[in-house]
């Protein structure tokens, strides 16, 4: 973790390393990975048995409404099915009515809260929020990152569908937020793949990326548009209930039918073992021709599984055909081909794909693994380690200023690319007006104080003139690294202010700093405040005694030195009414220094005269 400290002398803020991990995260359908980079290399991490580096995105609840996270919960998918939560990233920042079509197909119970109108899932007499679910399966990945680098990890870069809507996105960051993350930035998966591949890295000609991603559950196409670095997703399609799983579900009833299984429907277990066998055939048909269980009863040969395959590839096609149409490109504008998704390990798809676009696709990194790895990268990126290459997004919120009435009057909307800039003119409300406040916000409500504040100036000097009759424009320039310059000039006068504002997203060690530092300082001036009172208090006690002194010596004095007593006392008090700390102690050590010797001769003089009085 990074260390900030504080210069209480300078007001100033050190950032110090150690340098910080940041993560980069794939959560799936059904497998989640995490990753980081070293050395411009990315790398996953394993579980802790160090075999895999794929967590099945699957949560157990034990009968003490333990969780258990990864391949321990997938194990107890066929004995504990009401207690198992699979494929938990379907319901992510949905509500009940999104999910009639959905709950036929999970085997948990799946209720709604009138409340919220968000789903929540059943399991024994809990609730559990899909955002607590994807929490507890981030956890699980922190944990592993944690183990790896033996230190805490708090940062995360988290991949999403192009496809996931705001509240999707949000229920995302959420769900890293109550994992203990500080979800950096939210990324699409297919951008995430490309950057795998190191395409956008650098500022080339544009290039039009096809993603082909094929997981267990579901199929997302998309096309890119990479120009200058900047991710533009041309078009986006897909079925959220097609992959690998229906070729599984297609091989068992390939052997139902085969092997004349029958009395099926009383034994779910037994299914459930069928399809888990089933699964292990595909997979091991991606690289041989043939397969045969380990007890001999069933068998699989990749011709029979090409076959079976052959819908599903049908259904993806006319997906990728309607996206291409969508995003207004001919097949023949298509620069490279990226597969993603475990499922495209399979070698007809990976074939089709080939002879469709008549490219070789991608697949040099692993399919399941591309995802996670460019997360790592863009967490790379954010952690400011690869100068050479450039922050690629859009901004996720709106930027703007405070307008009359506390209003928000946007300037740069939100999914604008990046880098951007935009300008608008605005006038002065009042007559004869030099200063204009600017007041930077980011965010979507109307008003401002709904919004977050990322920082304010003035823009000083203008010259008097009569209302609305100033011309002044404001300029935001964000810049690739989603850094946001505000520029505010008069026109007519070219008077101009600059300031550098830095948006980020959540709150971040260097701004709780900040925060800390600006109550340290305000403390500062609160002691300032208590000090003068103490100073003016402490003078006003001075000049009553001098009044007194001068009233009850007045025989002792000579004009001239009761004068400049006087012009002493005159100047404390004008130092009191300054409310000038500094300058009331000065004067009151020039009144002090100028009556010490005086009070002495008084002294002496009072005591000589009471001793005269006596008579000894
Ligand atoms: P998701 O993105 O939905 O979390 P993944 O990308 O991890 O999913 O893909 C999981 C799917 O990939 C499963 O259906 C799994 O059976 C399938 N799969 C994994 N390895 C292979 C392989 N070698 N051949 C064919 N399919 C595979
Ligand atoms: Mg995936």
Redesign the pocket.
Do not use: H, Q, W, Y
């Given at each position: 973790m990074a260390k900030i400290s504080i210069d209480l002398k300078k007001g100033s803020i050190h950032k110090e390393a150690p340098k910080e991990h940041i993560i980069g995260i794939?959560l799936?359908?059904?497998?989640?990975?995490v990753a980081y980079v070293e050395d411009n290399q990315a790398y996953t991490i394993a579980d802790s048995c160090g075999k895999s580096a794929?967590i099945p995105?699957v949560v157990y609840f034990d009968h003490n409404d333990e969780p258990h996270v990864g391949t321990e919960a997938k194990d107890k998918l066929i004995t504990q099915a009401s207690r198992t939560i699979y494929s938990v990233?379907r319901l992510l920042g949905k509500s009940y009515q999104d999910l009639n079509e959905v709950q036929s197909h999970l085997g948990y119970q799946i209720i709604d809260q009138d409340e919220d109108q968000l789903v929540k899932i059943r399991v024994g007499d809990k609730f559990y929020s899909p955002i607590e679910l994807s929490a507890l399966i981030l956890k699980k990945l922190k944990e592993m990152a944690e183990r790896h680098f033996a230190t805490s990890v708090s940062k995360a870069v988290i991949t999403i569908p192009a496809y996931f809507n705001d509240s999707q996105r949000q229920a995302t960051r959420d769900a890293g937020k109550l994992a203990g993350l500080d979800v950096l930035r939210i990324v699409n998966?297919p951008t995430a793949a490309s950057l795998a591949y190191g395409i956008g890295t650098s500022r080339e000609d544009a290039e039009v990326i096809v993603v082909y991603?094929?997981?267990?559950?579901?199929f997302d196409i998309s096309i890119l548009k990479i120009e200058d670095g900047i991710f533009e997703v041309l078009a986006t399609n897909g079925d959220t209930f097609l992959?690998?799983?229906d070729?599984?579900r297609a091989i068992l009833e390939h052997w139902i039918k085969k092997y004349h299984i029958t009395n099926l429907n009383d034994n779910k277990s037994m299914v459930q073992r069928i399809r888990l066998l089933a699964?292990t055939a595909?997979?091991?048909?991606?690289?041989h021709q043939y397969f045969e269980s380990d007890d001999g009863q069933f068998q699989l040969t990749r011709t029979e599984l090409n076959q079976l395959i052959a819908p599903l590839w049908q259904k993806t096609l006319s997906l990728t055909k309607a996206c291409l149409e969508d995003s207004g490109l001919q097949l023949d504008d298509i620069d490279q081909v990226i597969l993603?998704?475990?499922?495209?390990?399979?070698p007809y798809?990976k074939e089709r794909v080939a002879e469709f676009f008549q490219l070789t696709p991608n697949d040099t990194l692993d399919?399941?693994q591309v995802?996670a790895l460019g997360a790592a990268i863009q967490a790379d990126i954010l952690a400011g380690n690869r100068k050479d290459m450039l922050l690629l997004d859009v901004t996720p919120l709106s930027l703007g200023i405070e307008t009359i009435g506390g209003l928000m009057d946007t300037i740069i909307p939100r999914n604008t690319k990046i880098p951007a800039r935009a300008g608008r003119q605005y006038t002065t409300s009042v007559d004869g007006q030099t200063n204009l406040k600017v007041s930077v916000y980011q965010g979507e409500r109307d008003l401002v104080s709904d919004n977050r504040k990322l920082g304010s100036f003035v823009l000083s000097g203008i010259p008097p003139m009569a209302t609305g009759l100033p011309k002044i424009e404001i300029q935001f320039i964000l810049d690739a690294d989603g850094i946001l310059r505000v520029k505010a000039m008069e026109l007519r006068s070219g008077i101009e202010t600059e300031v550098e504002i830095k948006s980020q997203y959540g709150i971040t060690e260097e701004e709780m700093a900040h925060m800390l530092l600006s109550s340290i300082q305000n403390a500062q001036s609160d002691m300032d405040t208590r000090a003068l009172i103490e100073a003016q208090t402490e003078a006003k006690n001075i000049l009553v005694h001098s009044e007194k002194f001068l009233l009850q010596n007045a025989s002792i004095f000579d004009t001239e030195t009761q004068e400049q007593l006087r012009t002493h006392m005159k100047a404390l008090e004008v130092a009191i009414a300054s409310a000038d700390k500094d300058l009331i102690n000065t004067k009151m050590e020039h009144l002090n220094a100028f009556s010490a010797p005086l009070a002495q001769i008084a002294m002496d003089y009072n005591i000589a005269k009471a001793l005269k009085g006596k008579s000894i």
């Open positions: 794939d799936g359908t059904t497998n989640s990975l794929l995105s990233k998966e991603d094929l997981g267990g559950g579901t992959g690998g799983d070729i599984d699964e595909k997979k091991s048909l991606s690289i993603v998704g475990g499922s495209t390990r399979t798809i399919p399941d995802v």
